[in-house]
């Protein structure tokens, strides 16, 4: 017996979004403490521009017409503005988008059943409430999204989905309406692509979605021909040309650049990176369907394909299966399982196939494929409804979305510390030096060095080769207090990268902490001749004269940095503490309180401008200075206060 369902009013849509978003943050809800990762030092932690918003504004302004990822930086301004990096409003917010990407697909899936169509005097497809809603709650309980929801980086490609799902709901409503409304719900759409592209230029493909759409979903005969010419061939060469655009504003196709990333050794060429590719799209659809534990990984490192071997060819096999049952779909009148196969392949292949793109696989890029997934689910729960009944159809789903939970939780336990991310990645891969190294990255950056250097030494046993860990494992010998071994694994890396001026640098700071200072001063000369403007070398150079007491060059290597670094109130209590010495006292507590207004609780400055109103008998304001040096540095502070404590003022 066929199921039908009756209509569902705004009530339940309501009561159904409320519970997907529910599900959302109670799967999440533990992920509040989730700790930074990755270019979250960049695009947050050491990002100036999230610390200005109206700066962001003007960005955003200025590349109106070019894609870029400033409205998501836009974003983390406003969270940075209302609770720094505090680490429960960014998950809130990403957290909040995922669960409202589920509620826009529950209502596009709802809107698409009632497609106009020549099969039907009304209905061309019908989807019903429980195989909308299960499959928005598949989409929202599935543990490949963690990677994009758990990482805040990530929020490009959430807002992004958001932005592309709205913008297709809006175009769906436009071809129910007429006369005002539609400009409205045109210029709606419109704003959700800009939206989009403004969130991750790869969202440029939108309109491609919106061709198959038409050429999938709406399929009256006689007009074919006239949407294929008047619509959907003019929004093909718009994205074809805003591809070639955006490639060619990226340096692609410069002279200097001329296709460098499929040339170079991370991104090969582009028949390799096609043979690759084939494979990674194959795990994709894998882990979209099947999520086991042992495919899904933070970081994913993917063997280049050099020839066409027997796990190409079984990809390209696969693929061609895929793209038939798709048409298989089509001519079965299921056209939902072809638009979510085209919505898969349309969301992957202009942005990671054609492009030269870094990394060769990574969870978080099935996001917005995923979408095209709940297509093809739905149209699978619908059936089950129709040849089996709702009971066992809803035992199936339900079982399947308390699997999806638990991988879920499990994922997030993994995203947790850097520490827990990077073990996972381990026992994946095991034989790769990477995770190795960047946990040991995450134990040293918590002070854990004996654990950082035993991965570190690790990382070196499975390719000696990795430069970067020597420069690592100095540094964690450093902080160790095992300045010779620094120094043996400082001069590996200097050796291995000649041309990086990081590496003299670090090996220039262990001579000054012998106090070698001939021996600093020279390679720190040399790594401001591979990079003159390392401000790292020009500082400790200024140090290293100010301690040999040549303190003009040292004022003017001081100046330099300040220059390239104004507000830098190291500089600028160093320049004072110079000019304090040699005679110019009033110029020198004017650096001072330079560097105070910068960093009120800088403890140099503190400690050298209440010495400073201590020589002048101006005990009061010393002992004020004391007071506060003692929240930072203890011991000075109390020094101070004894030495005054006894002064009548």
Known sequence: MRLTFLPISFKNKIFLSFILISITFLLYVLTFQAEFHFDDNAYLIE?????????????????????DRMLVTLSFAINHAVHEFSLPGYHFFNILLHGLNGIILFFLLLRLSSIPSSDSPKIADKVTVPAAFGAALLFVVHPVAVHSVTYITQRHGLMATFFCLSGFYYYLKIKETTGSKRIFLGIFCLACFWGAVHSKPMALIFPLFVIAYEMVLVRRVCHTLRRLLVLCLPLLILVLAALVGYAFYSGLFSREAGLAGFRSAQLWSPWLHFLTESQVFLHYWKILFLPLPIWLSGDHYFPVAQSINSAVLLSWLTHILILCMALWAFLSKKRLITFGILWFYIALVPPYLLLPIKDVMVDYKTYLPSAGVAFIVAEGIRYFLNRYGFRLTTFILMSICI?????????????????????????KYPQVARPYNNRGLAYHKKGDYSLAIADF?????VNLDYGLVHANLGDSYRESGKIFRAI????????????????LVRLANMYARQKKWDSAIKIYK?????????????????????????????????YQVLSLQPDNYKVLTSIGVILYQNGDKEKGKEYFEKALVLDPLFAEALYNLSACYAGEGNFSEAKELAIRLIQVDRVRGESLLRSLKDVKY
């Open 526 to 558: 040399q790594a401001i001749k591979i990079e003159p403007g390392n401000r790292g070398a020009l500082y400790n150079l200024a140090l290293g004269y100010g301690h040999l007491k040549n303190y003009d060059m040292a004022l003017h290597i001081f």
């Open 457 to 461: 030494k690790k990382a070196l046993t």
């Open 488 to 503: 043996e694994h400082y001069k590996i890396y200097v050796g291995m990268h000649p041309d990086k001026a990081d590496g």
């Open 403 to 427: 699997l999806g939970c638990w991988g879920t939780i499990e994922r997030n336990s993994v995203f947790m510390t850097e520490e827990t991310f990077w073990t996972d990645v381990i026992e």
């Open 47 to 67: 990002s100036p521009e999230i610390q200005n918003i109206s700066g962001c504004l003007v960005s955003l302004g200025n590349s109106f017409f070019r894609p």
